[in-house]
């Protein structure tokens, strides 16, 4: 299911949510919607924009995923090792 369904109280449910978004992304406006509905909800969410970046970036490890790496490592670290 795409997250853009998911409910008010599914959103409440959630982790804290780490959204990476694309500069030049077809789908920025869906993310950035959803992105005002978690904070809504009271998601805690860090959201960062890579300019430079077009939609699977990271995953074609095309320009900016590097920046995005360097987010990305750390907050999953510190998710892991709070589970611990």
Same mark, same amino acid.
């Not at 919607?33 to 805690?44: E, P, V, W, Y």
């Given at each position: ?15 804290? =949510? #780490?959204?990476?978004?694309? &500069?030049?992304? /077809?789908?920025?406006? *869906?993310?950035?919607?959803? $992105?005002?509905?978690? @904070? ?9 924009? =890579? #300019?430079?970046?077009?939609? &699977?970036?990271? /995953?074609?490890?095309? *320009?900016?995923?590097?920046? $995005?790496?360097?987010? @990305? ?10 589970? #611990?």
């Amino acid at each position: 299911m795409s997250p853009c369904f998911a409910s008010e109280e599914q959103l409440q449910a959630l982790p804290p =949510v #780490l959204m990476i978004m694309a &500069g030049h992304d /077809v789908l920025g406006e *869906e993310a950035e919607r959803l $992105a005002a509905r978690m @904070i809504r909800s009271g998601t805690t969410l860090t959201v960062k924009r =890579v #300019l430079e970046a077009s939609h &699977g970036f990271v /995953v074609r490890r095309a *320009e900016g995923y590097q920046e $995005a790496e360097q987010l @990305i490592f750390p907050f999953l670290s510190k998710i892991f090792q709070n589970r #611990l």
